[in-house]
């Protein structure tokens, strides 16, 4: 978004649009008002399932859910690195987590359901993470699971901190890729050859030179600051356009998961959700995760 290459590449403007999560530009490709999006796997598992025309061409970041509590919380490294010890603390306690189908709210339904801890934690449902942290803040929830977004913002506004980091919260885990409408794959490969190009060098600064990218995207956002962005970049680094075997694999287990749960109404194929020929040629090297 902070290069004005882009645009040129494709020699039209290029209309962005934030969502606050996954299954809302889900609904908006379905729509047909969005044709190219970044999202997590799930939710875009979720709409493929119900017909959505969409594929994942490249991916592009993984290992982006977090876990945040208020300082009272010990943290993962603080019980021996386990998941189910961190959550057994919210016992009768409201933790709060994006919108149901996110990957973030789907990781999370998985831990509940994996510790037998559904019936024993409540949980409610935001459409934007930042609202958990106001909400932590009024003290109607004790912790909240979202981006590392989250974290930054929440520890700024309340005295919070990591309770699980993400590289402990499934690993591999697809938090996004990139997403194109079945239509403009069929029409214009060329554009998909294009915006791959340009996603791979955003993503080659975003890992080799994170202060720089914080700059671009503190000038895209106005009200995020230089140190603010460093700061969620720090917490998850792991940036790449490619989709080896890992992401494939963590996404194929989420299919699983998503069907165990009652999300989706069978077990999607793998090429019913991506489609490798653009990636295969824009990074052909070895993945940078």
Partial sequence: ??????????????????????????????NGELDIGYMGLPPAIIGIDKGVPIKCVSGGHVEG?????????????????????????????????????????????????????????????????????????????????GTPALAVFASTVLNSHLVI????????NPSYGIFFHENLIEINPELITKFLTHH???????RNSPT?????????????????????????PKYCISLPEGYVHSTMEFVKTLYDLGYITRSLKIEEIFNFEFVNQIHPEQEHY
């Fill in 212 to 236: 720089q990218a914080a700059e671009i995207i503190s000038q895209t956002f106005e009200v995020v600051n230089k140190n603010y962005a460093s700061s969620v970049l720090e917490i998850s």
């Fill in 1 to 30: 978004m902070g290069s004005k290459n882009l645009e040129k590449s494709f020699d039209n403007k290029i209309n962005w649009i934030l969502f606050g999560t996954g299954p809302a530009m889900v609904e908006a490709f379905n």
């Fill in 200 to 206: 791979k060098e955003a993503s080659y600064l975003l």
């Fill in 65 to 145: 859910t977090v876990m945040i509590g208020k300082m009272k919380y010990k943290s993962i490294e603080q019980l021996n690195n386990s998941l189910y010890e961190v959550l057994v603390q919210f016992k009768g306690k409201t933790i709060g987590v994006t919108s149901k189908g996110s990957i973030h709210e789907v990781i999370l339904s998985h831990y509940l359901e994996t510790y037998k801890l559904h019936e024993e934690i409540d949980v409610k449902y935001y459409g934007q993470a930042e609202f958990i942290a106001v909400d932590m803040k009024k003290g109607i929830l004790e912790g909240g699971v």
């Fill in 165 to 172: 980091q993400p590289q402990y919260l499934w690993e591999y």
